[in-house]
Nanobody, 121 residues
């Protein structure tokens, strides 16, 4: 069993900052790519940022220069530092990761339960 648990969401004013965290736990052998997605009401889920084990990152165009993804392989964790937040960043943010378990069943994709980020004055 593998779990991804997010934390750090909340209500913030436009221009403010939040830091999301996601920790993976369970029967983990190794973690490949880790990602943050978001889904706003009435919209499709979209990839916000991703990071490889080699710490190569990619970002959604609308968050480039404002968001930074990072990971701590020793803690099986990924983070999303969000600065200069805008109302259009309001969404449920989900952690996602490709994980090899100790069961030897190959690499599988896992999702967290999501954390709400609301940007409003």
């Amino acid at each position: 069993q593998v779990q991804l648990v997010e934390s750090g969401g909340g209500l913030v004013q436009p221009g403010g900052s939040l830091r999301l965290s996601c920790a993976a736990s369970g029967s983990i052998f190794g973690i490949y790519a880790m990602r943050w997605y978001r889904q706003a009401p009435g919209k499709q889920r979209e990839l916000v940022a991703g990071i490889t084990p080699g710490v190569k990152a990619n970002y959604l165009d609308s968050v480039k220069g404002r968001f930074t993804i990072s990971r701590d392989n020793a803690k099986n964790s990924v983070y999303l530092q969000m600065n200069s937040l805008k109302p259009e960043d309001t969404a449920v943010y989900y952690c996602n990761a490709d994980i090899y378990t100790t069961a030897g069943t190959g690499r599988r994709n896992y999702w967290g339960q999501g954390t709400q980020v609301t940007v409003s004055s």
